[in-house]
C-alpha cells in the first residue's frame, strides 16, 4: 500500500461513525472520477462512459417501488434501466448517465415518464420542498429547492418542451452554465424502446429564487460523501396510474427531504489512470507581514524524499515546510521528490509572491 492509498483509506475510516440521517445506510454508492482529460462530451453518445468500470453501474436492482407496491419485484420487459454518475476534480458538476428500456414512452405533460434526481451536496439534511412553518408562497421562494435540489427530468420531453422541471423556486438551475444534457434516442409516443440521457448538474448548498448572484454551489471534495438519490416515474398506457414508481432511496419522500438521499463518495481516481510518481504542491500565506508560507506536498506515488527550493537560497527536506522569507520578492519555488519510480519535480513560476 503506498502513500496515497494509505491516506485514502485513513479518509473512509474515519467517515464511516457519520453514516446517520441517510437511507440505505448499510450501502455507500459510488461517483466515478473522470480524469480531466476525459470529461464526458454531452452528446448522447456513450463512448466516453466505456471507462466507468460496471462496479460503478447501478441498474433496475437497486430500485424499489414505493408508491405502487411491487416492491423489487423487476420485470425488465417492462423497465430497464442503468444509472452512472462521475465528477471531475476541480468542476462542481456531476454527470449522469441514464440509459433506460422502457416498454411504453409516456410523454404527457404531466403525468409522463420521469427520472427524477435529489441531491444535496453538503449533507445538509433535513426537508427542502415543504416547510410547514411557512405559507405556500413564502416557502416557494425562500425554502423550495434552496438547501438541496430536486431535478424532474422529462423522459423524453415531448416536442417543444424544456427537458427539465426544477421542483423548487430555482429554474436557472436546469441551464448553462449550471447544467447541461443530451439524448439519444428515436421514440415515439407510446412506443417500446431505448433511451440514453446524458447530462451533468450542479449542486447548491444555497439556490436562491433570485438567480445565481447569491448562489452557493457545493464544492464537491474528493473522497468526500454527498447526498442523492433518483426515481424513474414510469407511465405507461394509463396517465392516471403509475407502472411502477421506482426509487433508489427506498424511501419515496426522497423527493423532498435531504436525509432520505443515500450516501455517494466522489471517488478518487482510479489508479490505472495515475501515473507511477507525479509531483505537485500548493500554498498558503499563513502571515504576510511575517512572510510566513505554508508549502503543502500534493504528490502522489510512493516517495521517499522531498526536496523544497525555496528560490532564495534556502532548501528544506521536510514534506509539508513552513518558510518565512527574509525579503519582499516574486519566487520561482521547485519541490523535488524521489521514490522507486524515479525522481519528479514541479516548478511554479513567481506563484509565491511576499510583500
Ligand atoms: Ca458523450
Ligand atoms: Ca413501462
Ligand atoms: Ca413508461
Known amino acids: 500500500m503506498n502513500r496515497y492509498q494509505r491516506c485514502v483509506w485513513g479518509l473512509v475510516l474515519l467517515a464511516v461513525p457519520a453514516l446517520h440521517a441517510l437511507e440505505r445506510t448499510d450501502t455507500e454508492f459510488r461517483i466515478f472520477q473522470f480524469p480531466a482529460d476525459r470529461i464526458p462530451r454531452i452528446d448522447g453518445k456513450v463512448d466516453d462512459w466505456q471507462i466507468v468500470g460496471s462496479d460503478y453501474v447501478y441498474g433496475t436492482d437497486q430500485l424499489a417501488d414505493t408508491v405502487q407496491g411491487n416492491g423489487t419485484n423487476h420485470d425488465p420487459t417492462d423497465l430497464d434501466v442503468k444509472v452512472r454518475v462521475g465528477w471531475v476534480k476541480g468542476l462542481n458538476r456531476l454527470y449522469f448517465l441514464y440509459e433506460a428500456f422502457d416498454d411504453y414512452w409516456n410523454m404527457h405533460i404531466r403525468r409522463g415518464d420521469i427520472f427524477e434526481v435529489c441531491v444535496d451536496g453538503d449533507l445538509s439534511g433535513g426537508p427542502f420542498i415543504i416547510n410547514s412553518q411557512m405559507d405556500q408562497s413564502e416557502a416557494h421562494f425562500r425554502f423550495k429547492g434552496v438547501h438541496a435540489q430536486n431535478y424532474h427530468i422529462f423522459t423524453p420531453p415531448g416536442p417543444g418542451r424544456d427537458w427539465v422541471f426544477v421542483w423548487g ?8 452554465p449550471y447544467a447541461n444534457h443530451a439524448y439519444s434516442h428515436a421514440l415515439k409516443e407510446g412506443e417500446g424502446g431505448r433511451l440514453v440521457l446524458e447530462f451533468w448538474i450542479t449542486p447548491f448548498d444555497y439556490a436562491p429564487y ?23 416515474l414510469d407511465y405507461d398506457e394509463n396517465s392516471s396510474k403509475y407502472e411502477g414508481f421506482w426509487n433508489l432511496s427506498h424511501n419515496t419522500r426522497m423527493d423532498s427531504d435531504a436525509s432520505m438521499l443515500c450516501a455517494f463518495r466522489l471517488m478518487p481516481p482510479e489508479p490505472r489512470f495515475l501515473p507511477a510518481l507525479h509531483a505537485d504542491w500548493s500554498f498558503k500565506i499563513l502571515d504576510m507581514d511575517r512572510r510566513l508560507v505554508a508549502f503543502k506536498d500534493c504528490s502522489h506515488g510512493t516517495v521517499d524524499a522531498w526536496l523544497w527550493d525555496f528560490d532564495d537560497g534556502t532548501t528544506s527536506s521536510e514534506q509539508h515546510p513552513i518558510h518565512q522569507y527574509e525579503k519582499p520578492g516574486q519566487h520561482v519555488v521547485t519541490l523535488t521528490i524521489k521514490g522507486p519510480a524515479g525522481e519528479r519535480r514541479r516548478i511554479k513560476v513567481f506563484d509565491v509572491v511576499v510583500r
Open 210 to 232: 433570485d438567480g445565481p448572484a447569491r448562489a452557493v454551489p457545493s464544492q464537491l471534495v474528493e473522497d468526500t460523501r454527498i447526498g442523492l438519490s433518483w426515481a424513474v
Open 169 to 176: 423556486c430555482q429554474p436557472w438551475i436546469g441551464v448553462l
